[in-house]
């Protein structure tokens, strides 16, 4: 009781979003899961020989130029081309995430590019400095942008731009005007711009004094390789996993930093020493014999998690499909009950799954095209409720979202930037038997077109009488009980003998044809 008056008395809620941020390192991965009470709220893993390309640096040479495109194709060493389209190519406006912040004493540039003008400066053969802002996907080339960004922790460089802005999730006004002032007396060289993050709400002056240092001597080492290297060539890598999370996640309300190898936690305190020593205490090295992400209770949340079927608390579910072109989700009451009226269940249903849906895109990192497919709701306010809900919950997201209205249809859509693979696609390969189609033929399906190959192979081949076929046991079970008059019968027509064998590396829907005297394998 007395310290929960001191917790209300400095207003902090008691036991109120308790963070931390466990990291496992293993020979060929790290996993990175950050929690909140308990829950896992975010996931990322990176294999440590296929790290990807998404925000690395490089010096690229133009290829071809694609006017119908309107897109430049840049070979940057990496295999596939990487794909440049004009509006990449020329200086880019803030998105709507920031606010821009024009500052004192600042003189602009000459007139700026436009996309026309892209193929005179860029010609087919020129050198050009890209950075990757989307990886390869499927069969798709990289797409890369001339807006070379490098992010600290408090800030965002953009060494090519001169745009200066804060993020608008700071919203406290005083605040805002607190680092418009910070912003004013940092000594930008011309023809640079800055971005405070959202980070950096409440942080000390000399904090972004020493974060734009650090950021401009880390654009002086890319300077000279670009200089010095020929295209094409890598010019800056993006920080590992380990070196995101101390960026992008150590904020001041996460308690600790569980890490289960003794070099990587000393390599993340010499991190974090950079930033703010007072947190390296943070940093926990786990020494238990029971692994970290079991001891946490992660290892069962990541399996739940990535299942097609994920449970709401009040008895709903929902369910996922990821398919080439888009992301659907489908919102069921399930065993929800609630209010005296089956309306209040579903709305509490539809607000719950609003919730775990933004949960789920982070945890899996899905991005694209997304529809969500809500319970039809009596009130066209209960339903721009949810909307609202599903809005407010994506704001944690650091990947740009953007959603629309609830359609009459009851269904919203959005999209989520996508910047890499799904983990989904990382963790799993499509199913060699029903080749991601989620269904397998049945046995009965399996037994019919087994006679009809039967037929077909003995009367191609007249000469062979005997016939061995190697089935799955799980055919062969029914081939042996409910169709064996049929098999028989089968003889009798085509004045032959067959005999079924299993084979258990038969996936089941294949089957193997023999001639049974020479084993020669029938086609």
């Given amino acids: 009781m007395f310290f929960d008056r001191i917790r209300r008395w ?54 071809n130029v694609e006017p ?22 020329i200086p880019a ?21 436009r996309a026309e003008d892209i193929p005179r400066i860029y010609p087919a053969g020129s050198e050009v400095v890209v950075q990757v802002t989307k990886g390869p996907i499927g069969t798709k080339g990289a797409r890369v942008t001339t807006n070379i960004s490098l ?6 460089l953009s060494p090519f731009s001169e745009q200066f802005g804060i993020s608008r999730k700071i919203d406290n006004p005083k605040e805002r005007a607190r680092l418009r002032k910070i912003l004013d007396s940092l000594d930008v060289p011309d023809g640079m711009g800055l971005i405070f993050r959202t980070v950096g709400e409440g942080a000390r002056a000399r904090y972004f004094v020493r974060d734009l240092a650090l950021l401009l001597q880390q654009w002086q080492e890319i300077n000279e390789k670009i200089r010095s290297l020929s295209a094409p060539s890598l010019v800056y890598e993006e920080s590992d996993l380990v070196q995101r999370t101390v960026r992008d996640f150590l904020t001041e309300d996460v308690e600790r930093i569980l890490v289960d190898d003794e070099e990587e936690a000393k390599r993340i305190r010499d991190l974090v020493a950079l930033i703010s020593s007072r ?64 309306g209040g ?26 529809v969500i497919d809500f319970i039809d709701m009596k009130s066209r306010r209960e339903g721009e409720t949810v909307v609202q809900r599903l809005k407010e919950c994506v704001r944690r997201d650091k990947a740009k979202t953007n959603i629309l ?6 269904l919203v859509e959005m999209t989520r930037q996508r910047v890499q693979e ?70 009798r027509r085509l004045q032959g003998k067959l005999y079924f064998r299993p084979d258990p590396h038969l996936g089941s829907e294949q089957f193997t044809l023999l001639n049974a005297i020479t084993g020669e394998e029938i086609a």
């Fill in 10 to 63: 400095v207003r902090l809620k008691p036991n109120a979003n308790r963070k931390e941020i466990a990291i496992t390192c293993e020979p060929l991965e790290y996993r990175v899961a950050l929690l909140e009470d308990g829950q896992l709220e975010e996931l990322a893993l990176e294999r440590r020989e296929q790290r990807g390309i998404a925000g690395n640096i490089y010096k690229g040479r133009v290829n």
């Fill in 68 to 89: 119908a495109l309107k897109a430049l194709f840049v070979d940057i060493g990496v295999g596939k081309n990487a794909f440049l389209h004009y509006w990449d190519a």
């Fill in 93 to 113: 406006a803030l998105d709507g995430s920031f606010e821009t912040v024009e500052r004192r004493k600042h003189k602009s540039r000459s007139r700026a590019p």
């Fill in 151 to 156: 992010a600290g922790r408090y800030l965002v």
């Fill in 279 to 342: 947190s390296q205490k943070k940093i926990v090295s786990y020494k238990d014999p029971v692994p970290l992400f079991e001891r946490l209770d992660i290892e069962k949340q990541i399996d739940s998690a990535f299942g097609r079927k994920v449970d709401l608390p009040s008895g709903g579910y929902i369910v996922i499909d990821e398919t080439e072109a888009l992301v659907a989700v489908d919102v069921n009451t399930g065993r929800a009950r609630g209010g005296r009226e089956q």
């Fill in 345 to 370: 269940a579903i709305f509490q249903t539809n607000m719950e799954a609003a919730r775990e849906v933004a949960r789920q895109l982070r945890l899996r990192n899905i991005g694209g095209q997304i």
């Fill in 405 to 410: 209205p609830l359609s009459d249809f009851g």
């Fill in 422 to 491: 799904s983990i989904w696609h990382s963790l799993y390969i499509p199913c060699p038997v029903c080749h991601g189609r989620g269904m397998v033929k049945s046995p009965e399906t399996m037994s019919v077109e087994i006679q009809r190959a039967i037929v077909r192979a003995m009367r191609l081949h007249p000469e062979i009488k005997e016939l061995r076929v190697l089935v799955h046991p799980s055919t062969l079970e029914r081939l042996k009980t409910e169709d064996e008059e049929l098999l028989l019968d089968l003889e």
